[in-house]
């Protein structure tokens, strides 16, 4: 879990639910969020307030309970741009050949 200042609600922590995507972040009982990952279910019906980018959730998945969080807005070209990135990195750390499709 990560944990860091409490997320104001408008006093409605629940809607209809419906399938979390991977990276969303859901803030249940609108304190505390939480990150659904692979492992997550298909969703709790809790307010969502953003999804972390897939370029990120290997840092998410590493990180210790009760470590503090801090969520950046960022546009897509950004996430791709990060994506392609990550990718290399990977690629570089494998020793294999650098592929980075863009849309």
Known sequence: MV???AVKADGRSR??????????IQVPGGV????L???AV??????????VISADMDRIAQM??????????VDME??????AA?????SRLRGGPVRIALP
């Open 32 to 35: 505390e969020p939480i990150i």
């Open 37 to 39: 990952h692979r492992d």
């Open 86 to 90: 990550y990718k290399t990195r990977l």
């Open 64 to 73: 210790q309970p009760n470590n503090l969080a801090r969520f950046v807005r």
């Open 3 to 5: 944990m860091g200042m």
């Open 15 to 24: 809607s209809e639910p419906v399938a979390g995507p991977y990276g969303s």
């Open 42 to 51: 298909s969703g709790g019906g809790y307010a969502m307030i953003g999804t």
């Open 78 to 83: 950004t996430a791709l741009k990060a994506r």
